[in-house]
């Protein structure tokens, strides 16, 4: 997708003056400062908003939602910009509302592992602030992502396969409605049998219906011990093999995550790593009593072994986790280092695990096929891998072989009966793979739910629902 020709509502000059009269430097027309809210940290297609609004309360959200919901004027919520499927472009113009500034903690309360945080609030921060309850945050999608924009695109990452992912820790939101009315869903108990589950329906919304301002957020006591642990094989299939033995025996391991031989290759250069070959590797962390950790390392070691597994290492210490880790953090930019100059996008496919071998085997073969530099990074603990596929943008061709492969992974995928994305959401790259993974009548249900809580179309228009109809 290149950059769009941006048609403004008509009546954004007349919204930008009225935001200026409220907010004052509060609201951004620099350009610099638009076209930092205008893409994220995917595809690097540029759709500028008209206007920046910086939020610092609820109500501020509430009062530039009313008067665009009047005026018809587009509103995209902006967090930390670290979404990848072109979420943050404003390809209708209108106003980016930055909640980077929402930043509080409001509550922590230990006794029930939950806390109540702003939508800004980045889940290193809230981490920080829980350090000295013996709880922490346990979602680590790679990215220092705010909460909130985590919650918006239901966001997952590498503890996903122990602790679930955000529609499982999230118990209640904030939402300020396109109207600008502000309602709380959910609350602080566990489980509820109360009404429609409007909480679940914000979660992977995308700011499509609504902006999540507020969320109450389930934590976890800190595991009596810690351990990672890194093995390699000889061959791909080798590693998914092995990290698919591991669920199939029930290892309660919080993360595994695979990196093929050129992710690897990437990583070294990039992160300057020491010890590791240039092969594929599991990355593993277990979380849990002395005893356990201990049974879970040897249950693990003896069937990457049987896969030819070797190089199994440990680290239990805060630094020497952190350390291995670092290939897999850093992930992103060494890839994007395999090709300086050149742009990417992240494919984002899930799968059941008994097919990921095979998901992971084709797309691979395909990349090959295509000439694609295209990395692999897997959470294959839940069967979700991501291909980062490099590409030339002032090469057509090469643009189309990647596009080309992107949309074969979204449907082998699907398939295999797996997810087109199984984390970072539609945005604006797949809205063809949701119309195949889910049919016609399950769209024209999303689409009958974005009409009745956005009638005039205003937020985030253009994402995550595909065929909306036009502002107005």
Same mark, same amino acid.
């Given at each position: 997708?290149?950059?769009?020709?941006?048609?403004?509502?008509?009546?954004?000059?007349?919204?930008?003056?009225?935001?200026?009269?409220?907010?004052?430097?509060?609201?951004?027309?620099?350009?610099?400062?638009?076209?930092?809210?205008?893409?994220?940290?995917?595809?690097?297609?540029?759709?500028?908003?008209?206007?920046?609004?910086?939020?610092?309360?609820?109500?501020?959200?509430?009062?530039?939602?009313?008067?665009?919901?009047?005026?018809?004027?587009?509103?995209?919520?902006?967090?930390?910009?670290?979404?990848?499927?072109?979420?943050?472009?404003?390809?209708?113009?209108?106003?980016?509302?930055?909640?980077?500034?929402?930043?509080?903690?409001?509550?922590?309360?230990?006794?029930?592992?939950?806390?109540?945080?702003?939508?800004?609030?980045?889940?290193?921060?809230?981490?920080?602030?829980?350090?000295?309850?013996?709880?922490?945050?346990?979602?680590?999608?790679?990215?220092?992502?705010?909460?909130?924009?985590?919650?918006?695109?239901?966001?997952?990452?590498?503890?996903?396969?122990?602790?679930?992912?955000?529609?499982?820790?999230?118990?209640?939101?904030?939402?300020?409605?396109?109207?600008?009315?502000?309602?709380?869903?959910?609350?602080?108990?566990?489980?509820?049998?109360?009404?429609?589950?409007?909480?679940?329906?914000?979660?992977?919304?995308?700011?499509?219906?609504?902006?999540?301002?507020?969320?109450?957020?389930?934590?976890?006591?800190?595991?009596?011990?810690?351990?990672?642990?890194?093995?390699?094989?000889?061959?791909?299939?080798?590693?998914?093999?092995?990290?698919?033995?591991?669920?199939?025996?029930?290892?309660?391991?919080?993360?595994?995550?695979?990196?093929?031989?050129?992710?690897?290759?990437?990583?070294?250069?990039?992160?300057?790593?020491?010890?590791?070959?240039?092969?594929?590797?599991?990355?593993?962390?277990?979380?849990?009593?002395?005893?356990?950790?201990?049974?879970?390392?040897?249950?693990?070691?003896?069937?990457?072994?049987?896969?030819?597994?070797?190089?199994?290492?440990? +680290?239990?210490?805060?630094?020497? %986790?952190? @350390?291995?880790?670092? =290939?897999?953090?850093? $992930?992103?930019?060494? *890839?994007? #280092? /395999?090709?300086?100059?050149?742009?990417?996008?992240?494919?984002? +496919?899930?799968?059941?695990?008994? %097919?990921? @071998?095979?998901?992971? =085997?084709?797309?691979? $073969?395909?990349?090959? *096929?295509? #000439? /694609?530099?295209?990395?692999?990074?897997?959470?294959?603990?839940?069967?979700?891998?991501?291909?980062?596929?490099?590409?030339?943008?002032?090469?057509?061709?090469?643009?189309?072989?990647?596009?080309?492969?992107?949309?074969?992974?979204?449907?082998?995928?699907?398939?295999?009966?797996?997810?087109?994305?199984?984390?970072?959401?539609?945005?604006?790259?797949?809205?063809?793979?949701?119309?195949?993974?889910?049919?016609?009548?399950?769209?024209?249900?999303?689409?009958?739910?974005?009409?009745?809580?956005?009638?005039?179309?205003?937020?985030?228009?253009?994402?995550?629902?595909?065929?909306?109809?036009?502002?107005?």
């Amino acid at each position: 997708m290149n950059a769009p020709t941006i048609i403004e509502a008509p009546n954004t000059a007349a919204v930008i003056a009225a935001l200026q009269a409220r907010f004052g430097d509060r609201l951004s027309t620099s350009p610099a400062i638009r076209e930092a809210h205008g893409r994220g940290e995917g595809l690097r297609d540029l759709a500028a908003p008209s206007a920046v609004v910086f939020a610092e309360t609820t109500e501020d959200v509430a009062a530039v939602l009313a008067l665009c919901h009047e005026a018809r004027v587009p509103v995209i919520p902006f967090g930390t910009g670290t979404s990848l499927e072109g979420q943050l472009q404003a390809l209708g113009g209108g106003i980016s509302l930055d909640l980077g500034r929402m930043d509080k903690v409001l509550a922590i309360n230990a006794p029930d592992m939950d806390c109540r945080v702003q939508a800004g609030v980045t889940r290193e921060a809230l981490n920080h602030a829980i350090r000295d309850q013996g709880l922490f945050f346990p979602l680590d999608p790679g990215a220092n992502a705010s909460l909130g924009g985590m919650a918006a695109t239901r966001a997952s990452g590498t503890n996903a396969v122990r602790y679930g992912t955000m529609r499982e820790v999230t118990l209640g939101l904030t939402v300020v409605t396109p109207q600008g009315r502000i309602i709380r869903t959910g609350g602080r108990a566990r489980k509820s049998s109360a009404g429609y589950d409007l909480t679940r329906l914000y979660i992977g919304s995308e700011g499509t219906l609504g902006v999540i301002t507020e969320l109450q957020l389930r934590l976890f006591g800190v595991p009596e011990v810690i351990s990672a642990a890194r093995v390699q094989f000889p061959d791909l299939a080798s590693a998914v093999q092995t990290g698919m033995a591991v669920m199939a025996c029930g290892i309660a391991v919080a993360r595994i995550e695979l990196l093929d031989a050129l992710q690897m290759q990437a990583c070294i250069a990039w992160s300057r790593l020491e010890g590791f070959a240039v092969a594929p590797t599991l990355f593993l962390e277990f979380h849990g009593s002395e005893a356990a950790v201990a049974e879970q390392i040897a249950m693990v070691e003896a069937l990457a072994g049987e896969q030819g597994g070797s190089a199994f290492a440990f +680290a239990t210490t805060t630094e020497a %986790r952190s @350390a291995m880790w670092r =290939a897999r953090h850093e $992930a992103y930019h060494a *890839a994007r #280092g /395999l090709a300086p100059g050149k742009d990417s996008f992240t494919t984002d +496919a899930c799968v059941p695990i008994s %097919r990921l @071998a095979d998901c992971i =085997a084709e797309s691979h $073969a395909e990349a090959q *096929a295509l #000439g /694609l530099v295209a990395p692999i990074v897997g959470h294959v603990g839940d069967g979700n891998f991501h291909m980062l596929v490099l590409f030339d943008p002032a090469d057509p061709d090469e643009r189309a072989r990647a596009d080309k492969l992107a949309a074969s992974v979204s449907e082998r995928a699907i398939r295999m009966g797996g997810t087109c994305t199984g984390e970072h959401g539609i945005g604006v790259h797949k809205l063809d793979a949701l119309l195949l993974e889910h049919g016609a009548e399950a769209v024209a249900v999303m689409q009958a739910i974005k009409a009745a809580l956005d009638p005039h179309g205003i937020m985030n228009p253009g994402k995550t629902v595909p065929s909306l109809p036009p502002l107005g």
